[in-house]
């Protein structure tokens, strides 16, 4: 299938959509096109569920198509849903503690279901069970914008800020990287 986040920023679009591979049907579809336009006024909203978004960034899937969803910009959440798309759980809060995030901007699974996730304001990746069971935090990544684990079990890390691709053992090591501002 074809996802698509249609996160829509400040135009109040906040979806998830998904569609057949040729792109011709839609499947699914999760959010609201109407929505807060400002940071401010999504976090004064009392009425968050599992398919009201904040400013979603991305998705990633489980071996047996469950998928995360991290809800973040404006919410400080990871949302997990069954390979239907029900709702079965979410974990965080705004915040700097661990399970706690500021701007969540990067989500992937390794082939033991541990979460990496991407946490952008405080600068940290954090990694946890598949069902929101914090194992660790990986502090001092400048801005992790984006997470990817290969074929090999390196941990890739996007530094919007540094402007560098991060290569990370599963340990945390860093082991390289490239580019510059």
Not at 48 to 68: C, E, I, N, V
Not at 71 to 77: I, K, T
Not at 97 to 106: E, T
Not at 145 to 167: C, H, K, M, P, Y
Request: proline share 4%; glycine share 12%; charged share 25%.
């Amino acid at each position: 299938h074809v996802w698509v986040i249609d996160s829509g920023g400040a135009n109040g679009h906040h979806q998830i959509l998904k569609f057949s591979n040729d792109g011709s049907e839609l499947v699914m579809q999760f959010g609201e096109r109407d929505h807060p336009k400002t940071r401010e006024a999504a976090r004064a909203r009392s009425d968050w569920g599992p398919h009201t978004y904040g400013w979603p960034s991305k998705l990633a899937f489980l071996p047996d198509g469950s998928f995360l969803l991290a809800d973040g910009y404006w919410n400080s959440r990871i949302i997990k849903y069954n390979a239907e798309g029900e709702y079965v759980m979410e974990w965080g809060e705004l915040g700097s503690g661990p399970g706690q995030f500021d701007l969540v901007h990067g989500v992937a699974v390794d082939r033991d279901h541990r979460v990496y996730v991407g946490d952008r304001s405080n600068n940290r990746i954090q990694i946890f069970t598949e069902n929101g069971e914090f194992i660790e935090e990986w502090p001092n990544i400048s801005d992790p914008v984006g997470i990817f684990i290969d074929e090999n079990d390196w941990v890739w890390a996007i530094s919007g800020t540094l402007n560098r691709i991060l290569q990370y053992s599963r340990d945390g090591e860093l082991q390289y990287y490239w580019g510059a501002f």
